[in-house]
């Protein structure tokens, strides 16, 4: 025993040495192999998602849920370290550890061996191009290095990318092979343009450009949807995606909000008659454009349809969702307004996406709106058609927060609004009194709420709910086009009578 | 076997056993950090208990106030319970009350699944609230639903525990922006008695 101590006593520095670095290489051991991402099965009639494990340096494919998603095993055989699967009238035999595949009777041999985890034969990705079209007798696209696999009658469509710069910002076209019907959503700053359900193959693994106003774009289809995920370099842009005629060629401008207020060209035709008494019964289009400019004298009027994107709002009983009814009533409010003659308008959101509420309160500042309104929809009860209008409620604590801090240089974001409550509060009853005009509606008192939304908007700012849009009450009232109508010739009325009129 | 085959032997045996151990501590303490359900079981069990525990005290009469349906306002409701000795206790008796439901029909503030993860009550008179984030995420979103819930807690506490003066609402014991989209929950409230709805004679 002595003459073992003896050694270990002599190399002991050695082992005090070795023994941390070996504990810590164990540590790391498991982060680096259990790291895992998505690979896409396209196939004719769906897409499968499947994990893709990297151990070592190469990634790897569960074997037998590569084979049920393409067809069906009919027998296996497991022994050991080694798999035998029929499928499709042949025979496959793998052994672990082992590069060589033995496929009916010939022999293949894969890029990298055969491994084992958790009780699952993983195969490399290379058995995709060199084993699984012999397997399956149909066609397979596959380009090595990417994250996708085409089986079948699956044509996948592609397109190409260029940025402009235009004044003020960037415009990105984007060509597709194939027509294509877009969407687009927000998310932790980022711009999110889904590319419809078809399947999609980008020329390009990566995209190399500079730009001013992006700072990446990323195609992702890791879970079965294909999208471009976009990164704007500075906040508070907007963004306009429009597709044209052949569905094919999509252009996407990313403007400075307050470029794109003076940018607009003059407002489309009105739709029904300046101030018409009787409301139209068909919506009018949802608008282009987010910003309309109807003379730069003009007072500029924000309007805010909330939530949108992956944010639906409320929903009603009847699948109404809050953001699709607040996107239909803006759309009212903003022609009618045009039609008036008398103001500008901005929206804060075009289409379906999902802005910050410091994006929405940023682009009203931006665009020095006089008066800036946010629309939404929620539970107001069992009485439908219900309308309430709100203005920021003065935060209580501590003590001095409710004032308005306006003598200094700079006035904290989110107190901005406390400096014009007067002026909200006034619009808020001339918009209550003209509201009760409408037939049908109940009009609540004007009322305060901790709108985190309304903090930092720099103008007599709003916010309309209409109700009640909930799962247990019939919100199809809500969508009737004389209520919104109602609505619109209210504002309009009101936003007259505000401070003497629009001038 | 030669010496020094023994000792690169001994050395080796070593090496493997001190790594293993190392790497064994790691297993443990990751199992630990990626079980957040059983710390949220465990911190949901506790809250319980201690509501439980603490019914031994005499009855009293609380005042809870909930939604009332359609004038964006809160109703009062009374209701007995063993009313517990600690001011932490009772903040939790409040909020189970208020929890589990009107007896009245009126509205409920916030969903029955609500857990609510912690109390903590500051000598200046704030109590934080500190709620889980699955049951906030089925809450109705909507400014009025939003807000009637937020002074359905703080009018309920403040109206039963004189030493709540103010109450902070967190998620998973951070900070967040809104209640579902709407109320700046950045705030400290302080109880508004002009929600409440005059009793009725």
Redesign the interface.
Same mark, same amino acid.
Request: charged share 20%.
């Given at each position: 025993m002595t003459q073992l101590i003896h050694p270990l006593r002599r190399h002991s520095r050695v082992l005090f040495i070795l023994m941390p670095i070996l504990g810590l290489a164990l540590m790391f051991w498991p982060a680096r192999t259990l790291r895992s991402d998505n690979f896409v099965f396209y196939l004719p009639d769906a897409s499968h998602v499947l994990p893709l494990q990297t151990i070592g340096s190469a990634s790897y494919l569960p074997l037998l849920q590569v084979l049920n998603t393409v067809g069906r095993v009919q027998g296996l055989t497991v022994a050991k370290d080694s798999l035998k699967v029929w499928f499709n009238d042949s025979q496959i035999e793998l052994r672990q550890d082992n590069k060589r595949v033995r496929f009916n009777k010939e022999k293949i041999n894969l890029s990298e061996p055969v491994r084992v985890q958790s009780g699952q034969f993983m195969v490399p990705l290379n058995f995709l191009e060199t084993v699984l079209p012999r397997l399956i007798h149909e066609s397979v696209v596959y380009r090595l290095g990417s994250r996708r696999i085409f089986i079948g009658d699956v044509k996948p469509g592609t397109f190409s990318f260029r940025l402009d710069q235009v004044p003020n910002g960037s415009r990105l076209t984007l060509e597709f092979s194939d027509k294509i019907k877009i969407r687009t959503a927000s998310s932790n700053g980022k711009w999110v343009l889904y590319l419809g359900n078809k399947p999609v193959q980008p020329l390009e693994q990566k995209f190399n450009f500079q730009d001013p106003y992006l700072s990446n774009i990323q195609f992702d289809d890791q879970d079965g949807v294909p999208k471009l995920i976009l990164t704007p370099t500075v906040d508070g842009l907007n963004f306009y995606p429009k597709i044209d005629d052949t569905g094919k060629i999509v252009t996407a401008e990313l403007l400075k909000a307050q470029a794109a207020v003076a940018q607009q060209p003059a407002p489309p035709p009105p739709p029904q008659a300046p101030g018409a008494g009787t409301p139209s019964a068909v919506a009018p289009a949802p608008p282009e454009t987010a910003a309309s400019a109807g003379g730069l004298g003009l007072p500029m009027v924000v309007l805010d349809a909330g939530h949108g994107g992956d944010d639906s709002g409320a929903r009603g009983g009847n699948g109404l969702l809050e953001k699709d009814l607040m996107a239909q009533l803006v759309a009212r409010v903003r022609s009618t307004l045009l039609a008036s003659g008398k103001y500008r308008v901005v929206l804060t959101r075009v289409g379906d996406v999902n802005l910050t509420l410091d994006q929405r309160a940023a682009t009203a500042n931006a665009a020095r709106a006089k008066v800036f309104v946010t629309f939404h929809a929620g539970n107001l009860g069992v009485h439908t058609s219900r309308i309430v209008v709100y203005t920021l409620e003065a935060p209580s604590w501590p003590p001095s927060a409710g004032d308005a801090q306006v003598s200094g240089l700079f006035i904290p974001w989110g107190t901005v609004q406390l400096s014009q409550l007067r002026r909200s509060q006034q619009l808020a009853r001339i918009l209550q009194k003209e509201f009760t005009a409408i037939s049908g509606a109940t009009v609540s008192p004007p009322a305060t709420a901790p709108l985190r939304e309304l903090r930092s908007v720099n103008a007599a700012a709003v916010a309309v709910e209409i109700g009640s849009l909930a799962a247990e009450v019939d919100s199809t009232a809500l969508t009737n086009s004389n209520f919104q109508a109602g609505i619109a010739n209210a504002i309009v009325r009101a936003l007259d009578e505000y401070e003497g009129g629009p001038s | 076997m030669t010496?020094?085959a023994?000792?690169i032997a +001994?050395?080796l045996l070593? *090496? +493997?056993l001190?790594?293993? #151990? *190392?790497?064994l501590r790691?297993l443990t303490r990751r199992a630990k950090l990626e079980s957040p359900e059983h710390g949220e079981e465990g911190a949901r069990t506790q809250l319980r208990e201690a509501a439980l525990q603490s019914n031994t005290g005499a009855l009293q009469t609380i005042t809870l106030y909930f939604p009332s349906?359609?004038?964006?306002q809160l109703q009062s409701e009374s209701r007995q319970i063993a009313w517990a000795t600690s001011d932490t206790d009772r903040i939790r008796q409040v909020m189970l009350a208020l929890i589990e439901g009107s007896y009245k029909g009126l509205?409920r503030p916030l969903p029955p699944t609500t857990e609510l993860r912690a109390v903590f009550l500051t000598p200046d008179g704030t109590a934080y609230l500190d709620f889980s984030s699955n049951a906030l995420a089925v809450f109705?979103?909507? +400014?009025?639903?939003?807000?009637l819930a937020?002074y359905s807690i703080v009018n309920s506490l403040a109206a039963n525990i004189p030493s709540v003066l103010?109450v902070k609402i967190l998620v998973q014991g951070q900070e967040v922006?809104?209640l579902n989209?709407?109320?700046?929950l950045?705030? +400290? #409230?302080?109880p508004?008695l002009t929600r409440n709805q005059p009793a009725s004679p």
């Amino acid at each position: 025993m002595t003459q073992l101590i003896h050694p270990l006593r002599r190399h002991s520095r050695v082992l005090f040495i070795l023994m941390p670095i070996l504990g810590l290489a164990l540590m790391f051991w498991p982060a680096r192999t259990l790291r895992s991402d998505n690979f896409v099965f396209y196939l004719p009639d769906a897409s499968h998602v499947l994990p893709l494990q990297t151990i070592g340096s190469a990634s790897y494919l569960p074997l037998l849920q590569v084979l049920n998603t393409v067809g069906r095993v009919q027998g296996l055989t497991v022994a050991k370290d080694s798999l035998k699967v029929w499928f499709n009238d042949s025979q496959i035999e793998l052994r672990q550890d082992n590069k060589r595949v033995r496929f009916n009777k010939e022999k293949i041999n894969l890029s990298e061996p055969v491994r084992v985890q958790s009780g699952q034969f993983m195969v490399p990705l290379n058995f995709l191009e060199t084993v699984l079209p012999r397997l399956i007798h149909e066609s397979v696209v596959y380009r090595l290095g990417s994250r996708r696999i085409f089986i079948g009658d699956v044509k996948p469509g592609t397109f190409s990318f260029r940025l402009d710069q235009v004044p003020n910002g960037s415009r990105l076209t984007l060509e597709f092979s194939d027509k294509i019907k877009i969407r687009t959503a927000s998310s932790n700053g980022k711009w999110v343009l889904y590319l419809g359900n078809k399947p999609v193959q980008p020329l390009e693994q990566k995209f190399n450009f500079q730009d001013p106003y992006l700072s990446n774009i990323q195609f992702d289809d890791q879970d079965g949807v294909p999208k471009l995920i976009l990164t704007p370099t500075v906040d508070g842009l907007n963004f306009y995606p429009k597709i044209d005629d052949t569905g094919k060629i999509v252009t996407a401008e990313l403007l400075k909000a307050q470029a794109a207020v003076a940018q607009q060209p003059a407002p489309p035709p009105p739709p029904q008659a300046p101030g018409a008494g009787t409301p139209s019964a068909v919506a009018p289009a949802p608008p282009e454009t987010a910003a309309s400019a109807g003379g730069l004298g003009l007072p500029m009027v924000v309007l805010d349809a909330g939530h949108g994107g992956d944010d639906s709002g409320a929903r009603g009983g009847n699948g109404l969702l809050e953001k699709d009814l607040m996107a239909q009533l803006v759309a009212r409010v903003r022609s009618t307004l045009l039609a008036s003659g008398k103001y500008r308008v901005v929206l804060t959101r075009v289409g379906d996406v999902n802005l910050t509420l410091d994006q929405r309160a940023a682009t009203a500042n931006a665009a020095r709106a006089k008066v800036f309104v946010t629309f939404h929809a929620g539970n107001l009860g069992v009485h439908t058609s219900r309308i309430v209008v709100y203005t920021l409620e003065a935060p209580s604590w501590p003590p001095s927060a409710g004032d308005a801090q306006v003598s200094g240089l700079f006035i904290p974001w989110g107190t901005v609004q406390l400096s014009q409550l007067r002026r909200s509060q006034q619009l808020a009853r001339i918009l209550q009194k003209e509201f009760t005009a409408i037939s049908g509606a109940t009009v609540s008192p004007p009322a305060t709420a901790p709108l985190r939304e309304l903090r930092s908007v720099n103008a007599a700012a709003v916010a309309v709910e209409i109700g009640s849009l909930a799962a247990e009450v019939d919100s199809t009232a809500l969508t009737n086009s004389n209520f919104q109508a109602g609505i619109a010739n209210a504002i309009v009325r009101a936003l007259d009578e505000y401070e003497g009129g629009p001038s | 076997m030669t010496r020094r085959a023994g000792m690169i032997a +001994i050395a080796l045996l070593l *090496v +493997i056993l001190g790594g293993g #151990f *190392v790497y064994l501590r790691v297993l443990t303490r990751r199992a630990k950090l990626e079980s957040p359900e059983h710390g949220e079981e465990g911190a949901r069990t506790q809250l319980r208990e201690a509501a439980l525990q603490s019914n031994t005290g005499a009855l009293q009469t609380i005042t809870l106030y909930f939604p009332s349906d359609d004038d964006g306002q809160l109703q009062s409701e009374s209701r007995q319970i063993a009313w517990a000795t600690s001011d932490t206790d009772r903040i939790r008796q409040v909020m189970l009350a208020l929890i589990e439901g009107s007896y009245k029909g009126l509205r409920r503030p916030l969903p029955p699944t609500t857990e609510l993860r912690a109390v903590f009550l500051t000598p200046d008179g704030t109590a934080y609230l500190d709620f889980s984030s699955n049951a906030l995420a089925v809450f109705a979103p909507g +400014i009025q639903s939003e807000t009637l819930a937020i002074y359905s807690i703080v009018n309920s506490l403040a109206a039963n525990i004189p030493s709540v003066l103010r109450v902070k609402i967190l998620v998973q014991g951070q900070e967040v922006e809104t209640l579902n989209g709407h109320a700046d929950l950045g705030e +400290i #409230f302080v109880p508004d008695l002009t929600r409440n709805q005059p009793a009725s004679p």
